[in-house]
């Protein structure tokens, strides 16, 4: 098990960069591959990045490649996610995720945090 809190979610202006941070309970978070989903007002929850454990293995949306990326401390407990660039439709709330196993992409996860939003002004 494990429980999972994101935080560095705020306003910003489009161009600008914010860092999330999901921070993980327990001395087993090695143990669980990571993701970041985002969701929108009245839209579907959307696939953002995932990691492996190790960190050696990612994936990014096709939206968010080359702006965005997840990174993970393994001594700290910690999963990041940078975002550079924001642009106004990278508003929404974004969730962080783990799966009990090996990297899993989109799916599924087992456990999730809270949520932290995120606005992009333009």
């Known amino acids: 098990q494990v429980q999972l809190v994101e935080s560095g979610g705020g306003l910003v202006q489009a161009g600008g960069s914010l860092r999330l941070s999901c921070a993980a309970s327990?001395?087993?978070?090695?143990?669980?591959?990571m993701g970041w989903f985002r969701q929108a007002p009245g839209k579907e929850r959307e696939f953002v990045a995932a990691?492996?454990?190790?960190?050696?293995?990612?994936n990014h949306a096709d939206s968010v490649k080359g702006r965005f990326t997840i990174s993970r401390d393994n001594t700290k407990n910690m999963v990041l996610l940078q975002m550079n660039t924001l642009k106004p439709e990278d508003t929404a709330v974004y969730y962080c995720?783990?799966?009990?196993?090996?990297?899993?992409?989109?799916?599924?996860?087992?456990?999730w945090g809270q949520g932290t939003q995120v606005t992009v002004s333009s």
């Open positions: 327990g001395r087993t978070f090695s143990r669980y591959s």
């Open positions: 990691i492996s454990r190790s960190g050696g293995i990612t």
């Open positions: 995720a783990a799966a009990g196993r090996e990297f899993v992409n989109y799916g599924p996860y087992d456990y």
